[in-house]
């Protein structure tokens, strides 16, 4: 930069990278611009490359490391560099430090956007946990995008340029065994969806203005989850790292403590797995209200749950479904929202039923961070949290966090 002139894209500049950012990022600052910098690492002095260019802010790329951070290792993909492939934002980054990247962006945005104090987020302890397997060869479902000349591969950061690829060192082995990427072509397709279930089913599916067409696997692909088969289409939602669904469980029944005969609703419940969770604490003396909009969701909860008597399934938008009182009054909330967040409706309606606690599922700090701030002005604090690296290499992380109302007199196991 020159001449008191902002950035260019495309323009090289040297900078000094400083605290981690959500997206990815670390923040930089050269002559008051505000620069958000992929591929570097806290204290490293960089050569970064300019991307875009806001109004407020500058994207960049780190193309050079002039000084490393001990934290710093080779990505294990070829294709985890500055101009491909988009999907892993933290390969340069060694496992254990990525945690506390991790960390870093939850603590950042629960007192930004959730106006936790320093000694609030002190007493929570906040920090991320491994889940077993490794950083590779997790991801469980994988959604390639084929390109003009029908190759399939992965996009580029923040764009619809498809990088074509020979495997992606994330999935899960018998998706990188599967004959879909390389010189294999997808004419009449717009995406191309791979499922490696835990139950041992591998499934590939194209994806066409809409409509999906398998092309191997079956129909319904088997899950292993609370000592329970599921069976489901390989589009309804499933947590993609093969421990997430077990992790979260326990972590939610951990803070929870469902007892027998209480009344607990799961809501945005998808096929149903907190669902039947709960269904096992309360028992048959007990009540458990699903909801899911999602009708692939819904059929597969009916299916999957019908040995649950005590289990309602109710099909609708959650907001919606609360606004009309259609649940029961209730002891227990699951609380597992979209990447958007529950929003302001479904948190007061939640905080106004008089349930003993909450336990918040979230794969977005922000958005959870929204919503903490949304219950504490309402009463409700946050007691407990856990993160859990669900999503190795990436910047996602996931999030349980337990909410008590005022006065609460309950103590989460592990808040103890």
């Known amino acids: 930069m020159t001449g008191g002139q902002g950035p260019a894209e495309a323009e090289r500049v040297e900078l000094t990278v400083g605290a981690v950012a959500p997206g990815g990022h670390c923040v930089a600052r050269v002559g008051g611009q505000v620069f958000f910098v992929r591929h570097a690492l806290p204290g490293e002095r960089v050569v970064a490359e300019v991307t875009e260019v806001h109004r407020r802010f500058v994207r960049a790329d780190a193309v050079t490391v002039l000084d490393a951070a001990p934290d710093r290792v080779d990505p294990p993909c070829p294709y985890a560099k500055p101009g491909r492939c988009g999907g892993c934002d933290l390969q340069h980054v060694a496992p254990e430090a990525q945690l506390t990247w991790k960390a870093g962006v939850v603590r950042e945005q629960l007192t930004r956007l959730g106006g936790l104090t320093g000694a609030e987020l002190d007493a929570l302890g906040v920090q991320v946990e491994a889940l077993p397997g490794g950083p590779l060869g997790w991801r469980s479902r994988v959604r390639y995008t084929v390109d003009g000349a029908g190759r399939a ?78 069976k489901l289409p390989p589009s309804a939602f499933w947590q993609v790292h093969p421990a997430a669904a077990e992790t979260l469980v326990d972590a939610v029944l951990a803070q929870l403590d469902p007892r027998p005969g209480e009344t607990a609703w799961d809501l945005y419940g998808g096929v149903g797995l907190f669902a039947a969770a709960l269904a096992g604490r309360v028992g048959a003396t007990g009540r458990v209200t699903l909801v899911e909009a999602a009708g692939a969701g819904v059929a597969a909860a009916r299916d999957n749950l019908r040995d649950l008597p005590q289990v309602d399934i109710v099909a609708g938008r959650v907001a919606t479904v609360l606004a009309r009182g259609q649940v029961r009054p209730v002891d227990v909330v699951v609380l597992d929202p979209p990447r958007s967040g529950a929003g302001a409706a479904v948190v007061r309606a939640v905080a106004g039923t008089g349930a003993r606690a909450v336990a918040y599922v979230a794969c977005d700090p922000a958005a959870f961070a929204r919503d903490v701030r949304g219950f504490a002005e309402l009463g409700w604090r946050l007691a407990v949290l856990r993160g859990f690296d669900l999503f190795p290499m990436t910047r996602h992380v996931e999030l349980v966090g337990l909410l008590l109302p005022p006065a609460s007199p309950h103590r989460a196991r592990n808040e103890a």
């Open 153 to 230: 591969g992965l996009l580029k950061h923040r764009s619809y340029e498809v990088v074509p690829i020979d495997r992606c060192r994330i999935a899960h082995p018998a998706i990188q065994q599967l004959p879909v990427l390389g010189p294999v072509r997808w004419p009449d397709a717009d995406a191309v969806e791979s499922v490696a279930s835990t139950g041992g089913d591998v499934t590939v599916t194209a994806v066409a203005d809409g409509a999906t067409r398998p092309v191997s696997g079956p129909e319904q692909v088997r899950e292993q989850a609370v000592g329970r088969q599921w």
